[in-house]
Each structure stands twice: as structure tokens, then as C-alpha cells.
């Protein structure tokens, strides 16, 4: 039954890879959207309304003071809350990296018990022991592989499977491969190239196989979604993305202010 079962468990897993990357990527933009805190009276488009409605009043009255004050004012307000916005953008670029760090030591845990547990099943098949508590739980874990960073599985003759991510092995048998989350500390760093002197803290987030230091091409899993969102702007980042697009704007409303003095 439970070879049966296998086709039925690795379709499980290939949709736990989707969800587990689409999961990561809707948490992103969500958190991007909020900081355009959107639809209220004290959201972004109500400010740059304001601001462009100040502006027409001024070139209707040019020489009003009284215009030009209040259109002084609504722009250094609205200047502080892109900045406001920009701030939250990047805490929250931080906090996705510090996930996808937690997850990478999930994952090396998960794929070493995955290791063991080969080992001990195909050890208690030789003693005669049961190993449906076994099996359970190596499928459990492969499930959670799935979810977190896009893992495939194949059966192998004698009982045990190996995992792969993105074509590498994972697990091979009773022996496991780590991976280790690189590239840059902050957001403003992650669309410099890597730094040959400190790879690991420089350049796009990204995974890489600790044995060989070679990338981990990343097909689903909440892995996946996050590396993407924390891409820099130029490779489709969702938060650099919008970081990039409020310092733009905060900079051109700032020469403007400057402008009107």
C-alpha cells in the first residue's frame, strides 16, 4: 500500500512547493503594500493629492504666500511620509532575510533527519522490524522539504530516497548536503555585485551548497519566494522594487520643496 502510495505523496509534495513559494511572495507584497497605507484618509495618494492640488493653487496664485506656505508645508509632509514609507520597505526587507536564514538551518535539519531516518528504515527492514512509524515520519519531513525549499524525491531500489533542490542532492541516501543563505546584509547592498573578498555576506540574496560553494537553483518552496523578494530592484525585487521607486520620488519631491524656496 504504502508503494502506492508514492505517486500520490510526490504530487502532494510538488504542490507544497508551489503554495509554499506563492505563500512567501503574497506575504511580500503585502507587506509592500502596506506601507503605501492604502485606502485611507492618511494614505499615499491622498498626500500627493494634496500636493498637487497645492501645487495648481500656487500657479493660479503665484503670488500668494499664503498658497505657496501651505504647499511648503504639504510637501515636507509628504516628503516625511515617503521617507516614513522607504523605512518600513527595508525593515521589512530585513525581516524577510532573518526568515529565510531561519529557514535555511530548518532545512539542513530536516534533510539531515531525513538521512538518519533512510538509515534506520532500511536497518529495521533487515531486522525485521516495523517501519511504518519510520516511513511517516520521513515523509513528513520531505512534505516540510517541499514546502520550504522546493524539494523532489526519488525511491531508490532499496527503500530509501534521495532529495534533490533544484537538480543537487540534498540527500543522498544516509548522508545529507547543507545549503547557507548569502549575499548581502541589507537592502541597499543586495543589487552591488559579490565581492570575491566576502562572497558570503555581498551581492543578491541567494542559496548556496556549502560542500561546493556553487549556487542552489531554486524551482519552489517558501525559499524561492523569498529570495525573489528580496532580488534586487533590476532582477524584479519586490521590496527593492518599491524602496527604489520611494527614494526616487522622496528625492524629486526634495528638489522641488528646495525649488519653491
Do not use: C
Given at each position: ?109 530536516a534533510a539531515a533527519q531525513v538521512a538518519s531516518l533512510n538509515d534506520r ?99 519552489g518552496g517558501r525559499l524561492a519566494g523569498y529570495t525573489e523578494a528580496l ?19 522622496a528625492t524629486d519631491l526634495a528638489g522641488t520643496v528646495n525649488t519653491i524656496?
Amino acid at each position: 500500500q504504502r508503494r502506492g502510495d508514492i505517486h500520490l505523496e510526490s504530487r502532494v509534495r510538488n504542490h507544497t512547493a508551489e503554495a509554499g513559494k506563492l505563500d512567501a511572495l503574497t506575504e511580500a507584497w503585502a507587506a509592500a503594500e502596506a506601507t503605501i497605507n492604502e485606502p485611507t484618509e492618511k494614505g499615499m495618494s491622498e498626500a500627493l493629492a494634496r500636493f498637487f492640488n497645492d501645487f495648481a493653487e500656487v500657479g493660479n496664485q503665484p503670488q500668494s504666500d499664503a498658497a505657496r506656505a501651505v504647499l511648503l508645508e504639504d510637501a515636507r509632509a509628504l516628503v516625511g511620509d515617503i521617507n516614513t514609507a522607504y523605512t518600513s520597505v527595508n525593515t521589512e526587507w530585513q525581516d524577510v532575510r532573518t526568515k529565510a536564514g531561519a529557514l535555511i538551518s530548518e532545512v539542513n535539519s530536516a534533510a539531515a533527519q531525513v538521512a538518519s531516518l533512510n538509515d534506520r528504515i532500511l536497518t529495521a527492514g533487515v531486522q525485521g522490524t516495523p517501519t511504518g512509524v519510520l516511513e511517516d515520519e520521513r515523509a513528513r519531513l520531505m512534505v516540510e522539504l517541499a514546502d520550504k525549499v522546493g524539494a523532489e524525491s526519488r525511491i531508490n531500489d532499496n527503500g530509501s530516497y534521495d532529495v534533490f533542490v533544484g537538480g543537487g542532492s540534498l540527500v543522498q541516501g544516509s548522508r545529507s548536503f547543507e545549503v547557507r543563505l548569502d549575499g548581502a546584509l541589507v537592502m541597499s547592498e543586495a543589487g552591488k555585485a559579490v565581492d570575491s573578498a566576502n562572497p558570503q555576506k555581498t551581492g543578491p540574496v541567494r542559496l548556496t551548497w556549502v560542500a561546493n560553494d556553487r549556487p542552489v537553483h531554486l524551482d519552489g518552496g517558501r525559499l524561492a519566494g523569498y529570495t525573489e523578494a528580496l532580488a534586487p530592484a533590476e532582477q524584479g525585487g519586490i521590496l527593492a522594487g518599491m524602496g527604489g521607486r520611494y527614494d526616487t520620488l522622496a528625492t524629486d519631491l526634495a528638489g522641488t520643496v528646495n525649488t519653491i524656496h
